[in-house]
């Protein structure tokens, strides 16, 4: 008895097997109508403490200055997507000096100005990972602070220190393999 419950579930189980297999395939012309979305967008409330920041001159008569309870608070949000190579190049790569005293398209470009023909070298073959932090509308930019500065082993501080709304909107990261 205990044998033919088994072979009734395995029955059951390779049915639905059968019908996941029976998936059709879809034509050119009807897969052009299916739209979606693609990429994945990440979003982070950030509440970062670190208790403290210590530089210490190691010669025979130095000190240290120590930055305690810094504190970074606020939104950020990006987007990852795989582009092509294409896209990449479009977007990343134009203005970079082609090899025969030219440019590429696009000499505006941020990678192409601060890359130069350096990064040209490292240029990717392939697909790409795009990050891009986007552009939002939030009272929550990020924000740092730090409580007090202080010299050696000494209580007494010579002050704190903030910097307030910080966008990092329009920042964007090419991820690839070399």
Not at 4 to 28: F, R, W
Not at 163 to 177: C, E, F, H, P, R
């Amino acid at each position: 008895m205990k044998l033919l419950k088994q072979l009734a579930v395995v029955a059951a189980l390779s049915s639905v097997a059968s019908y996941a297999s029976a998936l059709t395939p879809i034509a050119d012309k009807e897969l052009s109508k299916v739209s979606g979305r693609d990429g994945v967008s990440i979003a982070a409330d950030l509440h970062v403490n670190i208790g403290s920041f210590v530089y210490t001159d190691t010669d025979a008569t130095g000190g240290s200055v120590s930055f305690n309870n810094i504190k970074i608070s606020g939104v950020i949000a990006a987007t990852l997507d795989i582009i092509n190579n294409a896209t990449f190049q479009g977007e990343a790569m134009a203005g970079i000096p082609d090899g025969n005293g030219g440019m590429t398209a696009n000499p505006n470009t941020t990678l192409a100005v601060t890359g130069g023909a350096g990064l040209a070298a490292f240029a990717p073959t392939g697909d790409v990972v795009k990050i891009a932090i986007p552009q939002v509308t939030t009272a929550k930019n990020l924000s740092m602070s730090v409580d007090s500065i202080k010299m050696g082993h000494s209580d007494a501080s010579f002050g704190s220190f903030a910097v307030n709304d910080i966008k990092l909107q329009g920042t964007t990261v090419y991820i690839w393999a070399h």
